[in-house]
């Protein structure tokens, strides 16, 4: 069936890069998100990857994607305080409107 | 451009009432859907509407209904409230409503408190 998981703590240095890992069942999948939340606030959409892609790019974010493993990941570079949030993977499988949302990772920064 | 907007942003119920919550989506958006977040289950989704059609439905009881407005603003309702329904009650918006890369944007969300 389909599902997406990801790990629900990562704790990284400030200044360091943080590596969020996201794995998803359907190979059907036509977009995979990342979305962020803060403490206290809803979900904001950080970036997206369309499945023919193998990587993206934007400011301190990068998006690989390996779509033979079904393996997602988002790089932060220079990991910052205000990094600190859960972030959420999704995935949406061909052109259904519901996306399947992996459980989402905290973020811990140390300082 | 004004956010999405979800209104009570807290409320607390007793069990056996029922709870009426409220989202307006962003101007132009059609789509709006549901959420419920909880610790343990994470992020569920209860049901989309998009103009004024319920178009796809999560796996959840009878007890959680919706609707959506002309206007796109959407209700949802919860009649007899368990424990259980403790929860962050999340609406999100989108322009396509299932076309291209459909960005979600949410609200901060409604945070319900059974006693």
């Known amino acids: 069936g389909e599902d997406v998981e990801q790990s629900l703590f990562l704790s990284v240095r400030e200044g360091d890069s943080s590596v969020i890992n996201c794995t998803y069942t359907?190979?059907?999948?036509?977009?995979l998100y990342w979305y962020k939340q803060e403490p206290g606030a809803g979900l904001q959409l950080l970036t997206y990857i369309f499945s023919n892609m193998d990587m993206k790019q934007d400011q301190r974010l990068t998006v690989l994607l390996n779509k033979k493993d079904k393996h997602l990941s988002l790089r932060i570079a220079d990991t910052q305080t205000g990094d600190s949030a859960i972030y959420f993977c999704?995935?949406?499988?061909?052109?259904?409107?519901?996306?399947?949302w992996g459980a989402g990772t905290k973020l811990i920064i140390k300082p | 451009k004004a956010g999405v907007t979800q209104t009570p942003r807290y409320l607390i119920k007793t069990r056996g009432q029922q709870v009426t919550l409220s989202c307006s989506p962003i101007?132009?958006?059609?789509?709006v859907s549901w959420y419920q977040q909880t610790p343990g289950q994470g992020l569920q989704f209860l049901f989309e509407?998009?103009?004024?059609?319920?178009?796809n439905k999560g796996n959840f009881p009878g007890r959680f209904s919706g609707r959506q407005f002309s206007n796109s603003r959407s209700e949802m309702n919860v009649s007899t409230l368990e424990l259980g329904d403790s929860a962050l009650y999340l609406c999100a918006s989108s322009l396509a409503g299932g076309q291209g890369v459909e960005k979600l944007f949410f609200g901060s969300g409604t945070q319900l408190s059974v006693l």
């Open positions: 101007s132009g958006h059609r789509s």
């Open positions: 509407y998009f103009s004024e059609t319920q178009r």
């Open positions: 359907d190979s059907s999948s036509t977009y």
């Open positions: 999704a995935e949406r499988v061909g052109s259904n409107y519901q996306l399947i």
